[in-house]
Nanobody, 125 residues
Framework: QVQLVESGGGLVQPGGSLRLSCAAS????????IGWFRQAPGKEREGVAC????????LYVDSVKGRFTISRDSAKNTVYLQMNRLKPEDTAVYYC??????????????????WGQGTQVTVSS
C-alpha cells in the first residue's frame, strides 16, 4: 500500500498559479501511474491530469490543457501538478492517486488503488 500526502493548495486570485505536490511513502512512485483528480462541491469527482508509468506520457482533461502540467521527481518520490492561469471553476479539493497495474494512465478512478487525503484549492478574488 502506498501512502500519499498532497500539499500546496490554498487561496489564489484568478490568473494566479499554484503547485500541488503528491508525496509518497511505502513505495516508489516511479513504478506507478499517477493521477490528479478534483471534486468541487455538488459535483462528481473528475480526472484532471495523469502520468503513465511506462513512458511518462501525460493526459489532461480539456478544461486544463495548456494551463496545468503534471510531472514527477523520482529522486523526491513526488508528483507535481503545476497549475497556471487559474480560474474560479478550478476551485475544488484535489486528490492524487496511484494506479499500480496499467502501463498507461486514464481518468477511470476505479483503476486507482490508493488515494491521498486531498488539498483544497480556492480560486477567488
Amino acid at each position: 500500500q502506498v501512502q500519499l500526502v498532497e500539499s500546496g493548495g490554498g487561496l489564489v486570485q484568478p490568473g494566479g498559479s499554484l503547485r500541488l505536490s503528491c508525496a509518497a511513502s511505502g513505495s516508489t512512485l516511479r513504478n506507478f501511474g499517477i493521477g490528479w483528480f478534483r471534486q468541487a462541491p455538488g459535483k462528481e469527482r473528475e480526472g484532471v491530469a495523469c502520468i503513465s508509468s511506462y513512458d511518462d506520457s501525460t493526459l489532461y482533461v480539456d478544461s486544463v490543457k495548456g494551463r496545468f502540467t503534471i510531472s514527477r521527481d523520482s529522486a523526491k518520490n513526488t508528483v507535481y501538478l503545476q497549475m497556471n492561469r487559474l480560474k474560479p471553476e478550478d476551485t475544488a479539493v484535489y486528490y492524487c492517486a496511484v494506479d499500480p497495474l496499467r502501463d498507461f494512465c486514464s481518468f477511470s478512478d476505479y483503476e486507482y488503488d490508493d488515494w491521498g487525503q486531498g488539498t483544497q484549492v480556492t480560486v477567488s478574488s
